[in-house]
C-alpha cells in the first residue's frame, strides 16, 4: 500500500509540475501578445546632393524628404554665396559708376538738374553702391525666403487648415528658391558675355515679357509686371506648389498652387504701384 501511495503522489506531483509549466507559458504568451512591437527605424534620408538635383530632376520624392527632414541651411547659403558672387562680379566687371548714370538718365526727376549736380550725384550714389548693394542683396535674400515662407505658412496653416511647423515652410520655400540661384548663376554668365554698356543688373536674363519691353517708351508700371512674369519666377511657383502639396497631404496641388501664387501676386502689385507712384 505504501508503495502505490508513494506513486500516486509522484504522479500528482508530475501533474501538478506540467499544469504549472502549462500556466506559464499561457502566461507568458499573453504577455508577449500585449507587448506592442518595436517601431521601425525611420528610413533615411535622402543625401544633400540627391536633395539639391531632385528639386530640378525629380521634386516629388526630393520634397518629401524635405517634409520629413525639415534642413534649410544647404540652399540658403548657396543663395547668399550666389548672390554675392553676383553682385561682386557687377562691382568689377560692370561698375557701379555706369549703372548709377544709366539709371539717372531713365529718370525724370533728374531732368531738372544741372549738368555738374547730376555728375556730383552720381559720383556720391557710386561711392556708397558697392557697399549698400552687395550687403543688401546678401541680407535681402534669406530676409525674402523668411518672409515669403511665413506668408505661405499663413495660408495653408490658417486658411486652408493644414497642420505644416514652420521650418517646414522655411526648408520647403528654401529649397525651391534653388531656381533662384540658377538664374542668378546665369545672370553672372550673361554678365561676362555681353557688353558691359548693355548689360541691365535688374533684369540680367531675357526670361521674361519685360525684356521685351521697351523702358524708354513703355509705362514703368507695365514694365514691373512684365518683369514679374519670369520662366523662373514660374518655376519657383510651381516648386513651392508641388512642396507643399506633399507636407501637407490632404491638400491638391491645384489649391497649393493657387495658394503659391498668392505671394507672387502681392508682391507684383507692390512693386508695380511702386514703379507707378516714383516713376
Not at 507559458?25 to 534620408?45: F, H
Not at 506633399?246 to 491638400?251: L, P
Request: positive net charge; glycine residues 6%.
Amino acid at each position: 500500500m505504501s508503495g502505490k501511495t508513494g506513486e500516486g503522489k509522484r504522479t500528482q506531483s508530475l501533474q501538478w509540475a506540467w499544469l504549472t509549466v502549462i500556466i506559464l507559458l499561457r502566461d507568458n504568451n499573453t504577455m508577449a501578445s500585449r507587448v506592442p512591437p518595436r517601431p521601425e527605424p525611420p528610413a533615411p534620408g535622402m543625401s544633400e546632393f540627391g536633395r539639391l538635383s531632385g528639386v530640378f530632376l525629380d521634386p516629388k520624392p526630393a520634397f518629401a524628404d524635405i517634409a520629413t527632414h525639415p534642413r534649410w541651411w544647404v540652399p540658403l547659403v548657396l543663395l547668399v554665396v550666389v548672390v554675392l558672387g553676383y553682385m561682386l562680379a557687377f562691382s568689377r566687371h560692370v561698375g557701379w559708376q555706369r549703372f548709377m548714370r544709366q539709371t539717372m538718365d531713365a529718370s525724370p526727376r533728374s531732368q531738372n538738374l544741372s549738368a555738374a549736380e547730376r555728375e556730383q550725384a552720381i559720383q556720391l550714389q557710386a561711392r556708397f553702391a558697392p557697399i549698400f548693394g552687395t550687403a543688401g542683396a546678401a541680407i535681402a535674400a534669406p530676409v525674402s525666403v523668411l518672409a515669403q515662407a511665413a506668408v505661405l505658412l499663413l495660408i495653408f496653416n490658417g486658411i486652408l487648415g493644414a497642420m505644416l511647423r514652420f521650418e517646414q515652410a522655411f526648408a520647403l520655400t528654401c529649397y525651391a528658391s534653388l531656381v533662384g540661384v540658377l538664374k542668378t548663376a546665369v545672370g553672372i554668365l550673361v554678365m561676362f558675355l555681353k557688353n558691359p554698356e548693355d548689360f541691365d543688373l535688374r533684369n540680367p536674363v531675357a526670361s521674361n515679357l519685360g525684356a521685351l519691353l521697351d523702358p524708354q517708351t513703355t509705362s514703368k508700371w507695365l514694365v514691373s509686371i512684365g518683369t514679374s512674369l519670369d520662366l523662373f519666377t514660374i518655376w519657383a511657383v510651381l516648386l513651392l506648389a508641388t512642396g507643399f502639396s506633399i507636407a501637407a497631404r490632404k491638400i491638391t496641388w491645384s489649391k497649393a498652387l493657387i495658394a503659391a501664387m498668392v505671394p507672387w501676386i502681392g508682391w507684383t502689385a507692390i512693386m508695380s504701384a511702386w514703379a507707378a507712384i516714383f516713376s
